[in-house]
């Protein structure tokens, strides 16, 4: 399975920003998939996740309510909605697949993207 990122940008404080993971391979759509952030010298942190089907979904505390995580498996596509953007949000953003257990930890993935760079300026 590989996985594309886009949809990263340099956005305003107070903006949106929509980041897309095209997945290839035929199991895709049977895979949980996650979002994670890297920000610069920090460790990759969790900030969503939605199950195979859609149906559920997780958030990181700092991702609740601003941030919607969606996917359309006939397209082999998951997107990640950001809004409300901050500072703090600057960084790297991966999608990974293949998720189990609880979908919050980098070591219950098996497949990674490249990242795409997120850049908010206050």
């Known amino acids: 399975v590989q996985l594309v990122e886009s949809g990263g940008g340099l956005v305003q404080a107070g903006g949106s920003l929509r980041l897309s993971c095209a997945g290839s391979?035929?199991?895709?759509?049977?895979?949980?998939v996650g979002w994670f952030h890297q920000a610069p010298g920090k460790e990759r942190e969790f900030v969503a996740a939605i199950t195979w089907s859609g149906e559920d979904t997780y958030y990181s505390t700092s991702a609740k309510g601003r941030f919607t995580v969606s996917r359309k498996n006939a397209q082999d596509m998951v997107w990640l909605q950001m809004n409300n953007l901050q500072p703090e949000d600057t960084g790297v953003y991966y999608c990974a697949a293949d998720g189990v257990g609880s979908l919050k930890l980098e070591t219950e993935y098996e497949y990674w993207g490249q990242g795409t760079l997120v850049t908010v300026s206050s």
């Open positions: 391979g035929h199991r895709f759509s049977n895979y949980a």
